[in-house]
């Protein structure tokens, strides 16, 4: 079966980094998907990879290694509104998108 | 208003009623999504419309009938639901291609809690 696997919940400090890892096992892969949900608010897209290495977009930046089904999203200079839920996806061979439950970070000051 | 929007936000319905869920997206999209996110689980999707036409349906119970009028709308009809079907009800939209779906883009979600 197909499976994404990301850890549910995550504490980080205001100011410090913190890494959200995703393992997956899909039906073929066309890009890997982080999303940020606020409680109560609609998922927003944060990042997408599709080729093996890093990228970066601001304070945040995600890993993708498509060899060992893994990527990680890097949070840098943490911020109290970065409390939220982060969701990893992956869109399989059949353009179908696989979803994580989620990994809810709280941000302590 | 612009993005993605659903109504109503909050929904308490009996086992006995019926409602409609209602989404609108301004992005030009043309394939709109239903998706059902339970606590602690993985967003489950529910149905996809592409270009109005239903190309997924995920093992729906049938109590839940989407309706897609055109490609800025979408509506979920509820009909005799279950306590268990209590969730937030995601809308999102997105670009289709030859290639397959693009990035999706959701709404805000309807909190539905069914006595």
């Known amino acids: 079966g197909q499976n994404i696997d990301q850890p549910t919940e995550m504490t980080a400090t205001e100011g410090a980094i913190v890494q959200i890892n995703c393992t997956y096992q899909?039906?073929?892969?066309?890009?890997l998907f982080w999303y940020q949900q606020h409680a109560g608010e609609a998922p927003t897209f944060l990042s997408y990879?599709?080729l093996d290495g890093l990228e970066e977009k601001g304070r945040f930046s995600s890993f993708l290694s498509r060899s060992k089904g893994y990527s990680y999203l890097l949070l840098k200079e943490l911020q109290m509104k970065d409390s939220a839920s982060y969701l990893c996806?992956?869109?399989?061979?059949?353009?179908?998108?696989?979803w994580g439950a989620g990994t809810k970070l709280i941000i302590k000051p | 208003e612009t993005g993605v929007t659903q109504t109503p936000r909050h929904l308490v319905m009996g086992m006995t009623n019926k409602k409609s869920l209602k989404c609108e997206q301004h992005?030009?999209?043309?394939?709109m999504y239903w998706y059902k996110q339970s606590a602690k689980k993985p967003l489950e999707l529910m149905f996809v419309?592409?270009?109005?036409?239903?190309?997924e349906n995920n093992s729906v119970p049938s109590r839940f009938s989407p309706e897609c009028p055109n490609s800025s709308h979408l509506f979920l009809h509820l009909h005799t639901l279950q306590p268990e079907d209590s969730a937030l009800y995601l809308c999102?939209?997105?670009?289709?291609?030859?290639?397959?779906?693009?990035?999706?883009?959701f709404g805000p979600g309807t909190r539905l809690l069914v006595l």
């Open positions: 992005l030009g999209h043309n394939a």
């Open positions: 996806a992956v869109r399989d061979s059949n353009y179908q998108l696989i």
């Open positions: 899909t039906s073929g892969f066309n890009g």
């Open positions: 990879n599709v």
């Open positions: 419309y592409s270009l109005e036409e239903r190309v």
């Open positions: 999102a939209s997105s670009t289709a291609t030859s290639g397959g779906w693009e990035t999706q883009y």
